[in-house]
């Protein structure tokens, strides 16, 4: 069939404030959570990631939440800044060895001034 | 930081061409994968590479698609015969210890068949 752009999720958020991106995921067997940042024009960038036997990571003004009974992933950003304008992907992968990852369509992230 | 590193930025090339798309990855990475987005879409699996054989591939690594390491420090994607529909972003990632270990990207080629 004809492939067709994907309409991405959008959030804006004022500059200083917290923001929360949510991601469902769909294998129930996958053990091994990240969330990417993508800029314009860059490849995705490595932000936090989980293992399946967590609920809770922490980062520098990140922090990722980790659901299995529902399949839920969450990025929570602490003052966002500029800087953080960008398209935020969930990714998962299962097993061991070589990581064939499953990405998420990706969340909008705007910052205002 | 170490970095992945890829090249060409961008890529034109008209249907039907071979294409090599180069990257070095980060020097003590075991793992090595390309990766591919279509505009506006997600990024999808290519395939997978650990001690100098694919260890997985995906539906779109078709017979068109090869790759190789063809020393210690370049991992090359080739397509060899480019359709319309091959025009994409291509990344290459690499990671350490498989399992746990994030996958980190390169800035990606765009590839814009004609």
């Known amino acids: 069939g004809e492939s067709v752009g994907l309409h991405l999720p959008t959030l804006s958020v004022q500059e200083g404030d917290n923001s929360i991106i949510n991601c469902a995921y769909s294998n129930s067997a996958s053990d091994y959570f990240i969330w990417y940042k993508q800029e314009s024009g860059k490849g995705p960038q490595f932000i936090i990631d989980?293992?399946?036997?967590?609920d809770k990571r922490q980062g520098q003004r990140v922090t990722v939440l980790l659901n299995k009974t529902v399949k839920h992933l969450s990025l929570q950003i602490a003052a966002t800044q500029p800087g953080d304008s960008a398209v935020y992907f969930c990714?998962?992968?299962?097993?061991?060895?070589?990581?064939?990852?499953?990405f998420g369509q990706g969340t909008r992230l705007t910052i205002n001034p | 930081e170490p970095e992945v590193t890829q090249t060409p930025s961008h890529q034109v090339t008209q249907m039907g061409q071979e294409v090599i798309l180069r990257c070095v990855p980060i020097s003590n990475h075991l793992y090595f994968y390309w990766y591919r987005q279509i505009l506006g879409q997600k990024v999808e699996f290519l395939v997978s590479?650990?001690?100098?054989?694919?260890?997985?591939k995906s539906e779109i690594f078709d017979d068109q698609f090869s790759v190789e390491r063809p020393d210690g420090s370049n991992f090359t994607l080739k397509i060899r015969s480019t359709k319309l529909e091959d025009s994409a972003m291509y990344f290459c990632?690499?990671?350490?210890?498989?399992?746990?270990?994030?996958?980190?990207f390169g800035n990606g080629t765009r590839l814009t068949v004609t």
């Open positions: 989980i293992r399946s036997n967590m």
């Open positions: 590479f650990y001690n100098n054989e694919i260890s997985e």
């Open positions: 990632a690499s990671n350490g210890a498989g399992s746990g270990s994030p996958l980190h």
């Open positions: 990714a998962e992968t299962e097993g061991q060895g070589a990581q064939k990852l499953v």
